[in-house]
């Protein structure tokens, strides 16, 4: 059993979010199930959104800036002939138009044009800052502004099944049951409201699943209730070998690194790298740079 102080254990936690909570509810929630302080996430989910979270405990909320940056997979309906103030189902309505001449061949035409690597504008309510203000708050507050395009990669967008439906003010829509594999930075909803927009009768999300996020995936997830009954954590080791490459170093060389000195490296891929040490004891994450190793963060 943890204890009720920073000594308590470390580890990821892959849990699945239900709808309703906030990533700051999630970590609050842990924290509590946990007995610890030390606990982060690798990466937010909105209220509405469900699915794969991943939680960092003790020394793991180390390794949770680089999980960040990892691809990851959703499943989402996207509504065809409706836009909303926040571009999914959580805002108000700000516009319809009949979806019920919009065809298969156009959508995936307008699909096409989101697949690959493209510039995305992201959704104005969002945590981005603009001058040090959440570009949700200005939305909040009235203001108008635009936010700059970013590059963003869609290496997989699928439809699966295309539903004709009628909105709560009578219009005919089209929901668009679709899979998504994207990069880090990626927004589902302004996906959504891009596709839409392209098909000339505007769109949002109305829901969204995030079925993996790098290396872990749904199926590895574990509801609260679940965690609140039994903690599963996945060792830090672990979690480094399948989300990083591996270094396998001798205890010299792990005692050098930990106390920060900058090795040379072997031919390593670049980006985060785990090193273990001799009976797999991860030592560090290190980024080879001019053919040293820099360290990104140690864990002894």
Known sequence: MARKNDNGPDGLVIVDKPAGFTSHDVVAKMRGIARTRRVG???????????VLVLGLGKATRLLGHLALTEKEYVATIRLGQTTVTDDAEGEPTGSAPATGITREAIDAGIAKQTGDIQQ??????????????SYK???????????????????F??????EETSADGTPVLDVLVSIVCSSGTYIRAIARDLGAELGVGG???????????????GSARTLEQLQQSLELMPIGEAAAKAFPRWDVGERQAKL?????????PEL???????FAPENRLIALVTPHQGKAKSLAVFT
């Open 158 to 163: 699928l439809v699966h099944d295309v539903r």
């Open 138 to 156: 200005r939305v909040r507050e009235g203001e108008d502004f635009e936010l700059a395009a970013r590059p963003v990669t869609i290496s997989s």
């Open 41 to 51: 996430h690798a990466g937010t989910l909105d209220p509405m959104a469900t699915g």
């Open 269 to 275: 891929p670049p980006g985060p790298i785990a090193v």
């Open 121 to 134: 504008v992201p959704s104005k309510v969002s945590a981005i800052k603009i001058d040090g203000k959440r």
């Open 204 to 218: 949002h999300l109305t829901e969204l699943r995030r079925t993996r996020v790098g290396p872990y995936g749904v």
């Open 257 to 265: 690194l930990s106390n920060g000195v900058q090795l040379d490296t």
